[in-house]
């Protein structure tokens, strides 16, 4: 008889950025391991036990069909050894024809710390170019260049704990109840306990989210600064602004007022299209509470002004002094798990490790004396749009993409197939068979993935947490940063990337974050430097920083009033509000604004494999309001057809919904199908790549289209 054992383990969970901790039980029978049933973790301060239905379904979207098991090249099985001698061949390659700026990586919040570090690293400090980005961009890369322009770094001053201590939660471009489900009960759960807590939501859309709101502004798309330079004029002028917060912590009060000055609650009711008396009541409401937190997501970070958005939304806090106290502040939320642990070893082409600026001269000789490497990026490299157009016009030869499906998820297909198309060499590394992306692959790298692999990631609440391979990697699939360890190895450079465990790569990580810049950065993870492997992983849940071994982590940030500005100051920013660059005409008549669904992650890659996750939404549809159907001749279930200036050609047929909860003249479609799920449905290739000219990150909340019965 097989001896059966089982065992408990803790993860967790890689589809959000709430970062819910997992207990999944594990089953050993003789020489087969596998999972049996997961649970949410009840002492994990994210979710406490609760899971959200992604969570529930992981075991269903884990399963081994459709896995990559084995390195190829040009469709031939290969050995690692051939596969990663080939890369690192190709990018020494191109290094010596062209330099090291014709090299890029692509990669993802999917990725964990460590590889995400290791792949920092090869790439600015051994390649020598910056051209390393992800993901991440088209997520939170706004939200970063608001924090860095206010507080000096990249800073969420905030807890999920702060949900208990507010009077006021303020859900602006977020529909948490789908995207952020563990959070949003806990939401629900603070007002139902406290009968003061407000709710206001931001959103052209009534969503689900709505149902926790007292108040709902559905505005118009695009007009969110307009918006809260009101609400910075109206706490100016009904004389609550905290004025000893802002003459002993901040600069720049003066500018941004007078910018804000002609926005009375008239002009922004215009502006905005909003009644003039719920503006009012959203400014009175905030003004009179002495507590609020304003949730931002994807609706004010991808717009071509989504920095100055989450300008407009801390220059509130600051105005009213609502920052560094319980219960109060400007709170981003990441979509990806580990969007925030990529920040923080510099996976952004505009940023270096541990939040050390690019720009900086002596920021980047810090870091290339901390890794003795050879070279060093002397410039900010391009950022992922940028990265693709350069592609297409032949400047980048050589690009390493991971753990993310760009054909997909970014805006402008046409232009990413024909950047791919034009590439010398792609390698992609990825743990599914069947992405759009994979496609376009020279070499295809198995890599493995939730549950497999062993690493950190890092909340939207700046908290660290565990991912822990649980189970043994299918085929010849390794580990990210095994793959990129190796690479670099072949290229000449195995003394600096020989790590035993990958605990050594969060050690290295821990150190850098200290190296010279101790006590001036708030980045700091002294505390957990020098952990043994058993200690790293027992490692617990802990919020950055964490400054030396007796911190248990940091809960809030700014609470003594200073922030990591050169003189400790907090800027409030001017704002200029700006319409967005893909504006409606007679050809293309309608506003398109595209998200995610409740049941489905990124590009279904996963969740597709999970029946159950197709219960809810079975399929992608339009939401359209009735009456632009009805001037169409279009009725519930009837093909729709879109196309925009900018998709060559390409349309995407969609059926109808009929949803009054649209606002007229515009439509809400989801990102997640395309043509590896049989669908005619590619929403990303309808957004023309249009994107903020401070983060780069690109505008998926509005393109112009036309709409015809298909
Ligand atoms: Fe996973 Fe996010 Fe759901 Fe938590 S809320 S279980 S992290 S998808």
Known sequence: TTKRTQQLGQTTCPYCGVGCGVDVIRQQDGRNASLKSVAGTP?????????????????????????????????????????????????????????????????????????????????????????????????????????????????????????????????????????????????????????????????????????????????????????????????????????????????????????????????????????????????????????????????????????????????????????????????????????????????????????????????????????????????????AVDMFERMAAGDIKFVWIMATNPVVSMPNRPQIEAALEKCETVVVSDIVANTDTLAFADIVLPATGWSEKDGTVTNSERRISRQRGLLPAPGEARHDWQIICDVAGKMGFADSFSYAHVSEIFDEHTRLTTYKNHGERALNLCGLSGMTVSEYDRLSPTQWPVADATCQGTERLFSDGKFFTADRRANFIAIQPAAPAQLTCEAFPFVLNSGRLRDQWHTMTRTGKAAKLFRHTAQATLAMHPDDAEKLSLKEGDLAALSAASSGGMTTILPVTLETRQRKGEVFAPIHWSKAWGSHCQIGALFNGANDEISGQPELKHAAVAIQPA
């Not at 596969?83 to 010596?96: F, M, N, P, Q």
């Open 43 to 383: 002492e994990h301060p994210a979710n406490f036990g609760r899971l959200c239905i992604k969570g529930t379904n992981l075991l269903q979207t884990n399963g081994a069909e459709n896995r990559l098991l084995s390195p190829s090249v040009a469709g031939k099985n290969v050995s690692w050894d051939t596969a990663t001698g080939l890369v690192a061949e190709k990018i020494k390659d191109v290094i010596a024809k062209h330099g090291p700026e014709a090299v890029a990586f692509y990669v993802s919040g999917q990725l964990l710390t460590e590889d995400y570090y290791v792949a920092n690293k090869l790439m600015k400090g051994y390649i020598g170019s910056a051209n390393i980005d992800t993901n991440s961009r088209l997520c939170m890369s706004s939200a970063v260049a608001a924090y860095k322009r206010a507080f000096g770094e990249d800073l969420v001053p905030c807890s999920y704990n702060d949900l208990e201590h507010t009077d006021l939660l303020v859900l602006v471009g977020s529909n948490a109840a789908w995207t952020h489900p563990v959070l949003f009960q806990r939401m629900e759960r603070a007002k139902l306990r406290n009968p003061d807590l407000n709710v206001v939501l931001i959103d052209p859309r009534a969503t689900d989210s709505s149902t926790l709101a007292d108040l709902h502004l559905p505005l118009k798309p695009g007009t969110d600064a307009a918006l809260f330079n009101g609400l910075l004029h109206f706490l100016v002028t009904q004389g609550h602004t905290d004025n000893t917060f802002i003459a002993d912590s901040t600069n720049g009060f003066e500018a941004a007022v007078e910018n804000a000055s002609v926005w009375s609650t008239a002009a922004v009711a215009n502006y905005c299209d909003l009644p003039e008396a719920s503006v009012i009541q959203f400014y009175t409401m905030f003004a009179k509470k002495t507590t609020a937190i304003t949730f931002f997501s994807m609706g004010i970070n991808q717009s071509t002004t989504g920095v100055d958005k989450g300008n407009a939304i801390i220059n509130c806090h600051l105005a009213s002094g609502k920052i560094g106290k319980p219960g109060s502040g400007p709170f981003s939320i990441t979509g990806q798990p580990n969007a925030m642990g990529g920040r923080e070893v510099g996976g952004l082409a505009n940023m270096l490790a541990a939040h050390m600026d690019i720009d900086n001269a002596e920021h980047r000789k810090n870091v290339q004396t901390f890794w003795q490497s050879p070279v060093m990026a002397e410039r900010q490299g391009l950022k």
